[in-house]
């Protein structure tokens, strides 16, 4: 018996073996790409248990204009495109790996309820915070706030506390400071986090119609991965997140369906992340049409 179950060993491991390799060479066609292509087409071309975070900041179906397009359509249809965008997702993980949506509320409720608590194993909604000078209504309180699930694909998800670690409340403590003599580099951020939106005058700002801030972004990257690790950014957008990656040293791939997006992430990624003025919002152009070039190079370096 002893002998057929190292023969069966030794088969399942060479077995093991030749489908990670044959994996990571159909990821390494993918990796540091993006493609001008809807999301769910690249998905499904990605091998089971090949990445090892996927991150998604979705159209929230609620009229928002993308490059001159709108995709508000029925909510059982939008429900169920996010379900099998999930899905997707999920599958592509590995056992380790970590899946980030980033949606309103009720959305990312219906996504939960009928399918992510059934199929995942665990998730957890955290809540992001800012201000905001739009949505206020005299008949409720002010919508100032999305939600972030965070699925685990098993127990065993990779989480970095370390680094993304951030100062205890009372670090003379005697408890706290044990911690720290034992390496901890802090506590573990609380469920909500609160990061501003990104203004249409900040420097990170494009012409795309919806940006999360890059610090959020880079604080769930850190969380779950370390360098070389595979990072799918499932839209494009205005190309922040992905240049993120490349700083940070992940390798990235990602999707944008829309042309114009997809030219700036391009010239972007050609041009170390730089934002050309072509790619910011009118008002800003036409600003820096009045600043002499040489004075608007300092002043972007002072930044």
Known sequence: MRVIWCCTSKIFGTIFRKMSYMNNQKINSFRNRVLNDDVLNVLKQLPDESLDMVYGDPDYNVGINYAGKNYTTKWDEYINGYIELAKESMRVLKPTGNL?????????????????DDNTYDVQDYVWTYNTNVGHSPKRFTTAHRSILHCRKTKNNNFYKNQVAVPYKNPTDKRILNNLANG?????????????????????????????????????????????????????????????????????ISCEIHTDYYQ????????NGKIKDEYRLDFIQQKNKKIPTQTRDLFTIGK
């Open 264 to 271: 700036m992430i391009l010239d972007r990624l050609g041009n």
């Open 184 to 252: 901890s580099k802090g506590r573990m951020p609380y469920s909500w986090f609160y990061f501003n939106l990104v203004k249409n005058v900040s420097k990170d700002k494009t012409f795309h119609a919806c940006q999360i801030p890059l610090p959020l972004v880079e604080m769930l990257i850190r969380s779950c991965t370390k360098k070389n690790d595979d990072v799918f950014i499932l839209f494009g957008g205005s190309g922040s997140e992905i240049v993120l990656c490349e700083n940070l040293k992940r390798n990235f």
């Open 100 to 116: 980030f949506m980033i949606n309103y509320p009720k959305q990312n409720a219906y996504l939960r309820v009928k399918y992510l």
